[in-house]
Nanobody, 112 residues
């Protein structure tokens, strides 16, 4: 089993920054890819960004140039640096690990 523990959400004004972190514990050898999804009220859960153990990244178009995902394999931690936040970035952000592990979610609220 794998447990994903998230931190770093909160309230920020538009244009501000937040950094999300997610630490994996348990059978972590099985996690090749980690990343973040988000879900706004009444909407589907969308991919934000992922990163492999080799550092290969993938971003949703709506965050390219604003968000950066990174990974510390020694600490089994993945980070999401979010800059230039917009009100439409408001959502619950979920840490994800392959193939189907999920964190409990952390709220990000961006005020206009």
């Amino acid at each position: 089993q794998v447990q994903l523990d998230e931190s770093g959400g909160g309230l920020v004004q538009a244009g501000g920054s937040l950094r999300l972190s997610c630490t994996a514990s348990g059978s972590i050898f099985s996690i090749y890819r980690m990343g973040w999804y988000r879900q706004a009220p009444g909407k589907q859960r969308d991919l934000v960004a992922t990163i492999t153990t080799r550092g290969i990244t993938n971003y949703a178009d709506f965050v390219k140039g604003r968000f950066t995902i990174s990974r510390d394999n020694a600490k089994n931690t993945v980070h999401l640096q979010m800059n230039g936040l917009l009100p439409e970035d408001t959502a619950v952000y979920y840490c994800w690990g392959s193939s189907d592990y999920w964190g409990q979610g952390t709220q990000v609220t961006v005020s206009s």
